[in-house]
Every structure is written in structure tokens, then in C-alpha cells.
């Protein structure tokens, strides 16, 4: 007998369920400007003596603020008013480009229910923002990848015209089509390129390492076929397949290429995903690798053998795709634990509250073998990590940066943000030997040009 | 007094204040974003940064299909969307994880069914969640959902022959 679909919907939900905070409520009513109270009669007049005090402070604090806001001037680390505090955007920052010191998209989501995305751009830093792009309602965005400040693709994302099909990978299985715009000009104009949809996996290539050369795992949705993997040099209009993806490789693998011919799966091992009658969480078998290499451009794949720590066999798994300089890599994973225990009463919350840890391997063999287990104080679970080189690392913990010159040897940790807010460092920010951008939540943007050394405020623009 | 009638007493809410409207309303927002992101902080920060959206646009609720609960929950699904989006969102996400290879059609696991939700659109598992998790009326969900109740009907009907499940009639019905 099928269960039903409430039955099963609320066993999923519930599966991973954890409760709020206990102040959730608090912290969100807290976060709403409180209304005007009037002062006592008793302390009116000590307050208007204090308020002329503040007035001249604020004067003084603000000319900075908005020196500061503007990116006219950068504040160091350790400041004793507790870090920097970037103005927040009147919307998402759903994604964005950052391709060199000066020259960035991002694409805001604006608000009111389904509101349209505008990509906005810059080509001074943050100064100054133009619009180039604007998807309205109905309709969202896909992706927007840069490769240098002139070549970028945008997908949108609009609903299909076609009749639905229950089938999956047919014509019209995906309620939503990608259409991709083209631009070789940073932005300014952009032309819609006629490429064919592949229904099986509609968001497009899972990498692109250059505006015309791709790869993509195909025929996902088609069980029980094996995935394939397809290439493009085209820019996407023709595909040729491969290679099949290894029988090993867990589901849920993320596709990366550092160059033309070597390729990366990094897998995700979940454990959780299953429980016994009593609601006792049930080793999933292990992956046979949780890294995958290609050296031929993807016609092959060989298993890598990771020294992971001891936690790692009982618990949760996520890789980042690994990071090269020439042939010193390093490989940013979490552990997450422990599976939480499943309560055969639906109506209660599983029992388990979890951890996580982030790690770092390193290769000195261009990815052959990896070594130097090294738990990281911040990192994946934190916000993020930029590599300058293979010794030189930035990792996010919330609004601090915690700093190493020596591969993971030794650390020191700085204030940065304001408290309460956090970097958000990820592969796609932008850094080089001196400049670096980075997202600040989900509406804020922070940027340095002397190595992370001292940041400024990116005044995000306004969008009407 | 019900959370969907209070767009109906718009005036007497502006008496009593945004506080008194949202705080009965902060725990079903949290399981709903919660069922979308599945992590915990996360479902907070999108309940927090939802309900400072709600509150800047309050003076623009106009008594909207679905009362002020529909208008509210649409700020937070669409907040839960736009954190998705985002490729700072560095989480395991839902919608990356894949069918196995070779597994029994017929059977339906606790695995299976996820990944076969995941292989739906956003907005298919956003009317799952409403209509099955938050056990909200359908035209309520229809409401957030942006659509008619008949085109709500008819996309949770397929979503679920998608799922191979029963759809509940007597759940329907009683909407």
C-alpha cells in the first residue's frame, strides 16, 4: 500500500526537523524597529544635554561613516567601536560576479512577492552602478557566470510553454526552461543564444571553464540509466558524451575542472537518510570514494583515496571541489554529526542536536595523494575560505577573519565585521594578491585592496 | 482570532501592532522555511529577514487573497528562495541531491522519496509543504503560491502522482 502523502511529506520534513531557538520570537521581533516612547519628565532634560553631546559625536562619527560607505576610506581590523558595518541592500543579493579589482556584477532579488532580478554593474569598485539587465515576474534567474570583464553568460529561467509530461527527462518534464543571453561587451548589450535543452537536467552545464567549453552530467532524471558525462566546445550548442560517471560516485556529486583534461567529482556522504524501527539511524554502505579524477577530459575516472579523520565513518561528509596552485592543492571539507535519532512519534522532533568540523588536505602531487589532516578554526561551517597560494589562507569565522601564512600551522584571528554579521567567502569571490570582494550575508558587500588588510563598505546601489 | 481573518480587521491590527500580528505567526514560518532549507540557522535568518520585509512593507498590505498568514509566508518563501539562489549558500542542497543508480522503482524509502521531491520544481514542493506540512487551506496555498486554487489543486495532484503516493481526498475535501 503507498503511504500517503501527508504521511510521507511530514516524514521528511521531520526526519532533519530540529527545533527553533527558544528566543526565536525575541530575536525577530527585536530585529523590527521598536516605536517612539515618550521620555519621563524626569529625564528629559539630562537627555537633551546628552543629546547635544551625541549630535556632535554622531557629526563626527558619520562624516566618517560615509567616507567609509562610499569606499573613500578603509578601516582597519580590531577597530574598538567593533568592525566594520557595510549599509545593507534594500534587497537580495542572490548572486554576483567579482572578476577583477574594480569590476563586479551582482543580481538582486528585489522584494514584493515574486519582484523581478536586475543585474546591476561596476566597473569602479563599487562607486558607481549601472543596470544592464532585468527579468521580470514569473520568470528568475539561472545563473550569471563571467569569465573576464568583457565575456558572460546569463540564463533565466522562464516558465515552459510546452504541455507538462510526467515523464521525467521528456519534452515539458521541467516546468522552467533555461534561455541563455550572451554578452562580449561586460554587459552592455546582450544576445539571445538559441541553445537546445537538455530536459534530463534543464539548469544548464555543471562546469564551464570558458565561455565555450563545458561539461555537463546528463540523464540524471532517467532511471534507471547510468549518468553520462557530456562536453562542449561551442558555448553549449553541440554536446558530444564522453564518459559515463563512475558507478561509485554518490548522486549528489559536484563536477569541477581545473583544466582541459582534469576533471574532479566531489561527493557528499549522508547517513542520515535512513532509520531503523526504533528510529536508530542506519550506517548508509560507504561510498566507494569521495573523490573522483579524470586526467583524459572525462573518459575515465579513478577513485581517490582520502586520509579523513575518524569522525568521518559515522557521520556526515561534504567536499568542496579541490583548489590548485600548480601542483600544491588543497581540499576544504566539513563533517557534520552526529545523524540525528528518529523518534517513532512523528509529532516530536528527532532528539539530536548536531556539530560541525572543518578540515583541509593537502597535495603536493597535483591531487595524486593527499596529506597534513588539519582541523581548520573556521572555514566551511563559518562562512568560507580564500586561498591566496598554497600557504596564505583566509577563513571566515562570522565576523572575524582567522589568518594563516604557514598552511594551517599557526593562526591569528582578527574582528572585521561588525558583530552579528559574517563573511560569506566562497570560490567564485574575487582575489588576487591584494584585492579581494566578498558578500557580507545576503545584502551587504565588503571589498579590500591591500590583502584583506583593511576593508571598505560597498555601498550597494539603489534599484528602483 | 484566526491568523487568515486578521487582513480582514486591517485597521484594528494598526491599533494593536505589527508585534501581536507576526508572533503568532513566527513558528508556522519557521517550519516552512525550515521544510525548504533544512538547516536550522538558516530557517531563522529567513524567518528574521522575512519578517523585517514584512514589517517595511506593511503599509502596503492591502487585505491580499489569502489574508495577512498568505502575505507573510509568500515574504518568507520568496526569502527562502533568494538564500538558495545565492552560491554563498554553502550548504548541502536539497535540490543537488540525485536519484541512485539501479534502485527498486516499486519501492518507496525514506531515501527514494527525498530525492524524488528534490527532482521536483521549487514551487512544486512549496505547495507539499503548505498544503501537507503546514496543513494550511488550499486557498491559502494557492495565495502564496501565486496561482488560482483550481491550478493549485491540479499541480499538488501531479506533484504527488510524481511522488507515486496517495493523494489524501479526504484532506481535500475538507478544504
Known sequence: MKPSARSAIRHDVLTDYEVPSPDLVVRVLRAIPSSHKPASRRGRVAMQTAAVVLAAFVIGVATVGVRVSRGEMALPAGLPFGGLHPPAASYSIVDAEFVSADTAWIVAQLYVHNGPTVVMNTTDGGKTWHEQFRIPDGSSIGSLKFWNTKDGDLVEDVPSTLPPSKIPGAPGSSNMVPRTYRTHDGGGHWSLVDLPIDWSNPGGPDFSLTQLEAWRISGVELRPAKPILQHTVDGGMHWTTVGIVPAGASPGSDLTFTDRQTGWLTSNQSKSYAWDANGTPIAAAPLTALLWVTR????????????????????????????????????????????????????????????????????HDGGRSWGELGQTPGGLQQGGALFFDAHHWLLSQGPDITETFDAGKTWTTRQVLASGLGFSFAPWNYIDGTAIWSQVGADRLVRSTDGGAHWMAVTPPTIK | MPANKLSRARE????????????PLVEPAYRLAFAILRQRMAAE????????KAWSKFASFRNERGGFRAWYLTIVANECRSLQRGRWWSVLRFDQVRPPQGSDESAITASDLRQTIAGLSRSDRLLLYLFYW????????????????????????????????EFDPSKENAT
Open chain 1, 296 to 363: 583524459d577530459g572525462g573518459q575515465t575516472w579513478a577513485p581517490v583515496d582520502l586520509p579523513l579523520p575518524a569522525e568521518a565513518a559515522a557521520n556526515n561528509v561534504r567536499l568542496e571541489a579541490p583548489v590548485f596552485f600548480g601542483k600544491d592543492g588543497l581540499l576544504e571539507f566539513e563533517v557534520n554529526g552526529p545523524p540525528p535519532t528518529f523518534r517513532p512519534d512523528l509529532s516530536q522532533p528527532p532528539t539530536t542536536q548536531g556539530w560541525m568540523h572543518s578540515y583541509m588536505l593537502q597535495s
Open chain 2, 134 to 165: 503546514l496543513d494550511l487551506p488550499l486557498e491559502e496555498v494557492a495565495a502564496v503560491a501565486g496561482l488560482s486554487t483550481g491550478a493549485a489543486r491540479a499541480r499538488l495532484y501531479r506533484a504527488v502522482g510524481r511522488l507515486r503516493l
Open chain 2, 45 to 52: 535568518d529567513a524567518v528574521q529577514e522575512a519578517t523585517f
Open chain 2, 12 to 23: 484594528a491590527a494598526d491599533h494593536a501592532g505589527f508585534d501581536s500580528l507576526i508572533t
